[in-house]
């Protein structure tokens, strides 16, 4: 059985930065052509990719917000960690995690349930 | 990148059959056959329904059908049941740097 399962904090402040992890179980991100990812829902507004990081390390990130993203992945505990620095109201949303379960895979087949994130000013 | 265009809402009877469109561009929808379907209900993962435009993961009801003409695409859901109501997004591969793109969201609501 797959599962992923967000964590992080509630409340940031502005310029604050967050960090998020996505802890999940029932593959490996070890594994060919895996990956795992953010992709966040402002209220009332689209979902929108943030960031990835793929089994071979290789990583994407929304060229929006590429700036000030970084994701990294630790496999030993089947973890992965995104920071988002100079955080702004703006990005208050809930945040989920998400797998692409392969290279030929052009959708994201496991979610996590998605952690709110509010950003005061 | 502007975000697939999805009715804010539908709504249909126990049996009845509704669709749901999901109409992007010649980058993305048109593009591409890498339109995926979610299904989200409150509080919950949101579920993988539809793939690659028609295709159904292991689990999901046949009841369940997905399409697309040019730039746009459809989730049709037949025999509609209490449980279908949940709000329903559509995503498409992108030409554009963001790779992916998705719909604002449709929620469904059974009468």
Redesign the interface.
């Known amino acids: 059985q797959i599962t992923l399962k967000e964590s992080g904090p509630t409340l940031v402040e502005s310029t604050q930065t967050l960090t998020l992890t996505c802890t999940f179980s029932g593959f490996s991100l070890s594994t060919t052509g895996v990956a795992v990812g953010w992709i966040r829902q402002p209220p009332g507004k689209a979902l929108e990719c943030l960031a990835l990081i793929y089994w071979d390390d290789d990583t994407f990130y929304s060229p929006s917000l590429k700036s000030r993203l970084t994701i990294t992945k630790d496999t030993s505990k089947n973890q992965m960690v995104l920071t988002m620095t100079n955080m702004d109201p703006v990005d208050t949303a809930t945040y989920f995690c998400a797998r692409r379960g392969g290279v030929t895979h052009y959708y994201f087949d496991y979610w996590g349930r998605g952690t709110m994130v509010t950003v005061s000013s | 990148q502007s ?2 265009t999805q009715p804010a809402s539908v709504s249909g009877s126990p049996g009845q059959s509704i669709t749901i469109s999901c109409t992007g561009t010649s980058s993305d929808i048109g593009a ?1 056959n ?1 339109v ?1 379907w ?1 299904q989200h209900h409150p ?6 329904l539809i ?2 435009v028609t295709n159904r ?1 292991s689990g999901v009801s046949n009841r369940l059908s997905g399409s697309k003409s040019g730039n746009t695409a459809s989730l049709t859901i037949s025999g509609l049941q209490a449980e279908d109501e949940a709000t329903y ?1 559509c ?1 498409s ?1 992108t030409r554009s ?4 793109v ?4 449709t929620k469904l609501t059974v009468l």
Do not use: H
Request: aromatic content about 30%; overall charge neutral.
């Open positions: 975000a697939l591409y890498f995926s979610y509080d919950k993962a949101p579920k993988l793939y690659d993961p997004y995503s591969y740097s963001t790779n992916w998705f719909g604002g969201g």
